[in-house]
Each structure stands twice: as structure tokens, then as C-alpha cells.
């Protein structure tokens, strides 16, 4: 098959959607011509048999005329028709057939029934009204008379007929089917191949698995975006984070080689300290978030009290008139280090500072439970971009020890971020 297959197309078939429906054709052809080709030659055998059993019921259907012939004319020899002959004794008989004596009475028997000069001899005697028993041979050559010629032409239209119906309705039937099937399939391809911004579309008649194959795609595509957009903000973020006690490092070095005075250069020393000392937290956190080097202790308890959290740093950033208060409950133990839970607060307190212009902030803190509730301006469009800088640390914190991060806003004014231990 594939000698014929090369033959026709010329090339050898890929695995595309064109090729694949070609080789689909050609196969369905194939099936349409051999079915075709089966019908012919059995109803051809069929009318070959049958050809002999009409002969013989051609044959016997004589006998009666033969025997009303001889009680008239009382020859041994009598041409009864075009291709029958009767003989009413032996000696009658032509010498081929004197040599195949005896013959069985009452039935036909057939001489080289394949041969062009085959024949089939009917041997039934009868008894005349005289009571003489005459012997009556009937003789009609197999190949003499020839039946089911119209049959023979009515068998060929019908076997040519039926492969063409076969050929052109299965290569329609085929074409309209996969055309159903991968039309899709390529129209996904080509959006796949085009690389543009819109969604992923196919057509609403196509079947449900390829369209839940587009819904998949357009949710890993919104997800590349926005894991790109996340990386984005979180390299910005590790930017600012980073900058900031670099600059607080470089002024105070600066500083030191203006003023030889020992309080002046303890005091710069102390705050190249501890903008290393916050630069260095800072480079733990992003390198454990990035390594997931925390998971090896996420299942860690440590007990916080009010007296671990230092919130000096954020009082200077409040705006006129603004409270920020503390609430730890007793014997709360949690599964985040100091530095990562300070980097939380870190990024939690700022956004709120940032949007509070006045009344109050409050950080409770328990054990499945951290909560920043502030009485800003609350949720905007923006969140992703307003809040979005520290909050992607948030959420990555919280992925890693295992708890959900939500931003919600309050039912009088402000905005609540809260974190829930995932049970």
C-alpha cells in the first residue's frame, strides 16, 4: 500500500493535518474500492452457479414437449429448440455420448460444465400409452444458451456504481468530519504561532475537549503574564530593598573622612551597622523566598511577645496624628523566623502608612492569625501596582510557611491585610 500511496501523491506524507487527511482518503478509497470489488465478484460467482442451475431448469422444463413430440412423429431423434435435443433410444445417440452410457435416471448430469464444449444430459424414460418403455435423453450443451446477460450488465453498473458512491461519499463524509475535528486544532496553532496578545478563540461547534484546550491555554497564558508581571515587581522591590542601605552605607563612609571627631565617627559607624545589619536581613529573606530555603523550617514554633517587635522605626513614618498599635496574645507561638516575620510587618506597615492619613493602624498578632488593619483610603484599581511591591514579598512569605495572605476592605473605611495559618 505504500508503493501506491507514494505512487499517487508523489511524496511522501508528514504527520501534518493535511497529510494526516490524506492518508485518511486514500485508506476510505481503498475500503470504498475493495468493498466494491467483493460485491462484484460474489454476485459474479452467484450468477456463474446460478447460470447452470437455470440450464438445467431450462433443460427438464422440455420434457413434457419431448414426450408429446415422440407420440406424434415416433422418430428417435427430435430437435426440440434451438439448443435442446431429444433422443428416445441409445442407438440414437451420438457417439460422445454413447461413450459416457449409463446415465442416471431422473437427474441431470453435467459433462465439462467449465468447457466451451461441455454439455448436460437429462435421462428420464417414460412408458407410452401402447405400454412400450421408451428411454428419452435430452441433451442441451453448458454452454449453448447464454443467460444473465442483462444481468451481467446490470451486475457492473451496479458494483461501478456503488464504488463510486462509496469513493465520493466517504471522501465527503471524511473531509466534513475531520474538517470538524482539526479546523480547530489549526486555529489554535495559528494563534499559537502568531504569539499575540488576545485570548485564545476556536469556533462554538467545536467538540468540548478542544474548547476546554483553549480555556487551559488562556489560563496558563494569563498565568505567564502574571507570573511576569510578578518577577517584575518582585526584581523592583529587591532593587529598592537593597538600594536604600547601600545609599544609608556609602553617605555614612563619606562622612567619616569629613570629621575626625570620635562621637561623629561612632555614630556613623553605628548606622553603616545597621543598614549592613537590615541590607544583610533584607538578602536572607529575597535569597530563602527565591531558594525556598525556609521550607526546612516551616514546621518550626517560636514564641513572639510584644517585646520581640520593634515598631520605633514606623513611628517616624506616620502621618500627624496617626496611632499604630500593638495587640500579641498570649503564648502565641508561630512558624516564621524574626527576620521573616520583621519582613512582613516591614512590608504590611509601609503599605498602610502609605495610604493612612489619618485615625489609627493596629497589628494583632496570634498564632494561626496576623492581621494590619488600618482606616486609610482603602482599596483602589491599582492594587497590584500600588500595593502589589510589598505584597508579592507577602504572598511569597506566606506561600512558604504555609499561609493565606488576603486583602480585603473594611466595612467603614481603610483596609484589612491579613495572614491565616492554612489548616
Request: net charge negative; with cysteine.
Amino acid at each position: 500500500m505504500k508503493w501506491l500511496r507514494t505512487l499517487m501523491f508523489r511524496k511522501p506524507l508528514g504527520n501534518s493535518i493535511d497529510d494526516v487527511k490524506s492518508r485518511l482518503i486514500f485508506v476510505f478509497s481503498v475500503i470504498a474500492l475493495t468493498s466494491s470489488s467483493l460485491v462484484f465478484f460474489s454476485f459474479s460467482l452467484h450468477l456463474i452457479f446460478n447460470e447452470n442451475a437455470q440450464i438445467e431448469r431450462h433443460l427438464k422444463s422440455f420434457e413434457s414437449i419431448a414426450k408429446d413430440h415422440f407420440s406424434l412423429a415416433k422418430d428417435d431423434f427430435s430437435q426440440l429448440g434451438p439448443y435442446v435435443r431429444a433422443y428416445y433410444s441409445e442407438a440414437a445417440l451420438d457417439d460422445e455420448l454413447k461413450d459416457l452410457l449409463p446415465y442416471e435416471e431422473g437427474s441431470v448430469t453435467r459433462f465439462r460444465i467449465f468447457s466451451e464444449d461441455g454439455f448436460m444430459v437429462y435421462y428420464t424414460p417414460f412408458i407410452e400409452p401402447s405400454g412400450a418403455r421408451v428411454p428419452l435423453y435430452l441433451v442441451v450443451g453448458s454452454r449453448s444458451m447464454d443467460f444473465g446477460d442483462d444481468s451481467w450488465d446490470i451486475l457492473m453498473l451496479i458494483s461501478f456504481g456503488l464504488m463510486a458512491f462509496l469513493i465520493a461519499f466517504l471522501r465527503f463524509s471524511l473531509r466534513r468530519v475531520f474538517d470538524g475535528l482539526m479546523s480547530p486544532v489549526l486555529e489554535l496553532s495559528e494563534q499559537l504561532t502568531a504569539n499575540k496578545e488576545e485570548d485564545f478563540h476556536v469556533s462554538e461547534r467545536s467538540i468540548d475537549e478542544i474548547k476546554a484546550l483553549k480555556h487551559h491555554l488562556n489560563t496558563y497564558k494569563q498565568m505567564k503574564e502574571r507570573l511576569a508581571k510578578q518577577e517584575m515587581m518582585f526584581a523592583k522591590y529587591a532593587s529598592h530593598e537593597l538600594k536604600t542601605p547601600i545609599a544609608v552605607v556609602l553617605g555614612a563612609a563619606n562622612l567619616q573622612a569629613m570629621k575626625d571627631d570620635p562621637d561623629f565617627q561612632s555614630k556613623q559607624r553605628e548606622r553603616i551597622l545597621i543598614a549592613a545589619n537590615n541590607m544583610q536581613t533584607t538578602v536572607e529573606v529575597l535569597l530563602s523566598i527565591v531558594k525556598q530555603e525556609n521550607v526546612r523550617d516551616a514546621h518550626q514554633l517560636r514564641p513572639i511577645s510584644s517585646q520581640d517587635i520593634s515598631l520605633d522605626k514606623y513611628y517616624k513614618k506616620l502621618n500627624t496624628g496617626v496611632q499604630l498599635l500593638l495587640s500579641v496574645e498570649l503564648d502565641t507561638q508561630i512558624n516564621m523566623s524574626p527576620a521573616v516575620l520583621d519582613m512582613v510587618l516591614k512590608n504590611l506597615l509601609n503599605n498602610a502608612i502609605r495610604f493612612t492619613e489619618k485615625g489609627k493602624i493596629e497589628v494583632v498578632i496570634t498564632s494561626n492569625n496576623i492581621k494590619v488593619i488600618d482606616s486609610g483610603c482603602g482599596l483602589n484599581e491599582e492594587v497590584d501596582t500600588e500595593h502589589g511591591l510589598g505584597l508579592l514579598i507577602v504572598k511569597r512569605l506566606c506561600d512558604s510557611y504555609g499561609w493565606t495572605f488576603s486583602l480585603t476592605e473594611n466595612p467603614s473605611e481603610g483596609c484589612c491585610a491579613e495572614l491565616n495559618l492554612s489548616t
